[in-house]
C-alpha cells in the first residue's frame, strides 16, 4: 500500500510531552502534535541537510528516502552516505516532489517548511496519511524553560523512539553533553567575558545576526561570553552595520554558507563589506582580525551545533 494511503497518523493540537509506545505503533508530542508511527519509517524525507545529517547520526541511512535544500558542504564523517541518498531538490522542495518520493515520514528543522505553497501543511500531510516531525528548537514555546541544546536532544529522543533506535538516540546525547561539559568548564574557566556578534548573512547590504533567543544565544551562556545583540528578541534579526559597531563587539563569529549562492554569504564578502564600511572598519575587532569562522549551519538546530562549541571556543583562546 502507498504511504500516502496508509495508516499512519498524526493528530494535531496536543503539547509537548515524553514518547509513548502504544498498541499498534509508537507516538510522541511534538511541537504541539501527536507524531505516531505504526512501525518505524521506511521511506522518510528530510526537508533539509540539518534534518537529514541528524537521521545519518542515528544510523538511518536507510530509512532515508530523499533530502533537499542542500546549502553546505557535507562533512567527511556525513559524506559518504549522503552521497547515496537522493536529492529531490538542492533548494526548497516542492509538495509534487515531495509526493512522487512517495514517503511514510517527513520531518524538518523548520516549521516554515510545512506550508500549502511548499510541500504542504502538517495537516495536509496528515490527511494523506503521511506523519511529520519538526525540530523541538523551532518550536520554543511547547517546551517552555528548556534550552535550545535539551530541545535538540529532545529530537534525539524522539527520532531514535519513531525509528526504533533508542540506544543509538542515547548515545549521541552522551557524547554531545560530554562536549557541552567541556565548553561550560571552559567558560567558567575564562579570566574575562568577551563580547562577541553572531553575523549570520548580509542580504541586500542589511546584515543579519543572531538574536537572544535560539542556538547562538545558548552557545554564548555555555561559552561564558555576551552576545551583544542578546536583548533582542528573535532568533535571526536584521540589524544596521551602525548597530553592530555602536554595540562594538570583541570578537566576531562569521557564518560560512559557501553554496548557497548569496552576495554576503561567505566569510571572504562579510569580511570584505566589513573592511568596506566607514564606522565598522574602524572597530578593534575588524581591523585586528579577530574573527571565528563556523560553518552556517552549525548555528542552528543541527547534530553539529556542538561542534560550532569548539570552534568558537578554540578561537576565544587564539591571539587578541
Not at 36 to 65: C, K, N, S
Not at 67 to 77: F, M, N, S
Amino acid at each position: 500500500m502507498s504511504a500516502l494511503a496508509g495508516l499512519l497518523v498524526v493528530t494535531a493540537g496536543c503539547s509537548a510531552g515524553n514518547p509513548e509506545v502504544v498498541a499498534g505503533g509508537t507516538t510522541v508530542e511534538n511541537c504541539g502534535a501527536r507524531v505516531r508511527v505504526d512501525q518505524p519509517p521506511r521511506r522518510a524525507v528530510a526537508l533539509d541537510q540539518e534534518t537529514t545529517e541528524t537521521l545519518l547520526a542515528l544510523g538511518l541511512r536507510d530509512h532515508i528516502a530523499g533530502t533537499a535544500l542542500h546549502p553546505e558542504p557535507v562533512p567527511e564523517e556525513y559524506r559518504a552516505d549522503y552521497a547515496t541518498i537522493p536529492l529531490l531538490n538542492p533548494k526548497e522542495l516542492t509538495g509534487e516532489q515531495l509526493r512522487a518520493a512517495n514517503p511514510d515520514f517527513v520531518a524538518s528543522a523548520y516549521i516554515s517548511r510545512f506550508t500549502r505553497e511548499q510541500v504542504g501543511t502538517r495537516d495536509e500531510l496528515t490527511a494523506l496519511g503521511v506523519p511529520s516531525y519538526v525540530s523541538a528548537v523551532d518550536c520554543a514555546s511547547y517546551e517552555p524553560g528548556k534550552t535550545p541544546f535539551e530541545r535538540l536532544f529532545a529530537d534525539y529522543r524522539n527520532l531514535g523512539t519513531l525509528f526504533d533506535v533508542p540506544g543509538r538516540a542515547a548515545d549521541l546525547i552522551a557524547k554531545q553533553r560530554a562536549v557541552l561539559g567541556e565548553a561550560e568548564k571552559a567558560g567558567a574557566a575564562r579570566p574575562s567575558k568577551p563580547t562577541v556578534a553572531y553575523l549570520y548573512s548580509v542580504y541586500n547590504g542589511t546584515p543579519r545576526v543572531a538574536g537572544g533567543s535560539g542556538m547562538p544565544a545558548n552557545m554564548s551562556r555555555v561559552l561564558g561570553v555576551k552576545n551583544v545583540f542578546d536583548d533582542v528578541d528573535s532568533n535571526w534579526p536584521e540589524v544596521s552595520w551602525d548597530q553592530i559597531a555602536a554595540r562594538d563587539p570583541s570578537v566576531i563569529v562569521l557564518a560560512d554558507l559557501p553554496d548557497r549562492g548569496e552576495r554576503g554569504d561567505t566569510v571572504a564578502e562579510k569580511i570584505q563589506m566589513m573592511r568596506a564600511h566607514p564606522v565598522l572598519s574602524q572597530l578593534n575587532a575588524v581591523r585586528a582580525g579577530r574573527f571565528v569562522t563556523v560553518p552556517g549551519l552549525e548555528l542552528g538546530a543541527t547534530v553539529r551545533s556542538v561542534n560550532a562549541l569548539k570552534r568558537i571556543n578554540d578561537g576565544l583562546a587564539g591571539p587578541r
